[in-house]
């Protein structure tokens, strides 16, 4: 069998997004790059570079929160709208069950009921799969993530240097 065998009939039903250039803006203080986006984040500023910073470390979103001064709830939306992986509770099956009630296709009770969600879960679920990441965001928050990381080729040089 050929791969044009294989392929017959194979037809795209989905689009793909168009999410633009990948950049990383690692200058500055991050509480300044996130300036910028102050009027559309949960908490001020600060606030969130505290979280994204937290967050960065390994930290919970809750002990994040707390060092941030706002509430967990508050802090998880934070790092989601810049674009942060895994701040929701629920898994991916639980995230199309809330999908579903989203879209009418489900009551609130039976999708609660289906996801084993608490009320606090639910409604974080339901704002993530509402809400996008803001444009430029996540460049901010991986430019902290690499100056918080350090550059790894230059580390790798120095090492390298040193056993030479």
Do not use: Y
Not at 40 to 48: F, G, R, T, W
Not at 69 to 85: D, R
Not at 96 to 121: F, I, M
Not at 131 to 149: I, K, M, P, Q
Request: glycine share 8%.
């Amino acid at each position: 069998m050929t791969l044009s065998e294989i392929a017959d009939g194979l037809e795209v039903t989905a689009q793909q997004r168009d999410r633009g250039v990948a950049t990383v803006d690692a200058t500055g203080d991050l509480q300044e790059r996130l300036e910028a986006f102050a009027n559309e984040l949960p908490c001020d500023a600060a606030s969130a570079a505290t979280v994204v910073e937290g967050h960065l470390a390994g930290r919970s979103v809750g002990e994040s929160a707390r060092s941030a001064g706002i509430a967990p709830v508050t802090a998880a939306k934070a790092l989601h709208l810049l674009g942060c992986e895994g701040v929701s509770p629920l898994t991916p099956r639980a995230h199309d069950v809330v999908a579903d009630w989203l879209s009418a296709e489900l009551s609130r009770a039976d999708a609660k009921a289906l996801t084993g969600a608490s009320e606090t879960e639910f409604a974080l679920a339901a704002f993530v799969e509402t809400h996008e990441s803001l444009d430029g965001a996540r460049a901010v928050v991986e430019g902290a993530r690499r100056t918080a990381d350090g550059d790894a080729l230059e580390e790798a040089r120095s090492e390298l240097a040193d056993l030479v």
